[in-house]
């Protein structure tokens, strides 16, 4: 079975600072990892995401992603915080050995951006 | 050119009352979901299609219906809905039946159960 684990469900910075997201997953097989951005009021967008290869997966909008195997991790981070970021943040875990395309997401974090 | 689209984007109805939301990809993908995303933005995978074939059937109960007429289309229908179904309802598709596949979402149907 996987499981996704997103600590804190809010995440607080200022404007210009750096933004980091954290999640760890559990996964029995070498997952596939997204990470997805919800806007108020609309549906879920791929920011990025993690197959195989390259552990650093950038993203749009100056996000990426690092995959941690050892810690079983795949933090999501922006240099700079922009006052568009504000937004709730989903990391989710698949299996890509699976015929059932299924996604196990995370409870969220909700990103506010202090001016 | 909207991708994932679903009708209505809000719902108010009251309990006991039947209602449908429709959902259509011009993506072109082979497979379909739909979600139910609580208050909390707690996001559960209800139902998944491929090619109008039901493949995922979670926990749900059997007042919801979902129904394939073709792979484009993956239409919800509800009875007798009771409060606890307010929620946002999203529908995805994605490329094909893999775990290698990220999905895309619609804009979601907030639905209010009075």
């Known amino acids: 079975a996987q499981s996704v684990t997103q600590l804190g469900s809010h995440v607080s910075v200022s404007e210009g600072a750096l933004v980091l997201l954290r999640c760890n997953y559990s996964?029995?097989?070498?997952?596939?990892l997204f990470w997805y951005v919800q806007y108020p009021n609309q549906g879920l967008q791929l920011l990025l995401k993690y197959t195989t290869g390259a552990t650093l997966v950038k993203g749009i909008n100056g996000f990426e992603a690092e995959f941690k195997k050892s810690e079983t991790s795949f933090h999501l981070t922006k240099p700079s915080a922009h006052m568009s970021d504000a937004a709730e943040y989903f990391c989710?875990?698949?299996?890509?050995?699976?015929?059932?395309?299924?996604?196990?997401f995370g409870s969220g974090t909700r990103l506010s951006i202090r001016p | 050119d909207t991708a994932v689209s679903q009708t209505p984007k809000y719902l108010v109805t009251q309990m006991g009352n039947d209602k449908s939301i429709k959902c259509e990809q011009n993506l072109g993908h082979d497979t379909m979901y739909w979600y139910k995303q609580d208050s909390k933005k707690f996001l559960k995978i209800m139902f998944s299609y491929n090619n109008k074939e039901l493949i995922i059937n979670e926990t749900v109960p059997n007042r919801f219906s979902p129904k394939s007429p073709d792979k484009a289309h993956l239409n919800l229908h509800i009875n007798s809905l009771e409060l606890g179904d307010s929620a946002v309802y999203f529908c995805?598709?994605?490329?094909?039946?893999?775990?290698?596949?990220?999905?895309?979402f619609g804009p979601g149907t907030r639905l209010t159960v009075t």
């Open positions: 995805a598709s994605s490329p094909r039946t893999s775990g290698r596949n990220e999905q895309y």
């Open positions: 996964s029995s097989v070498p997952p596939y």
């Open positions: 989710a875990v698949s299996d890509p050995y699976s015929s059932a395309s299924k996604i196990i």
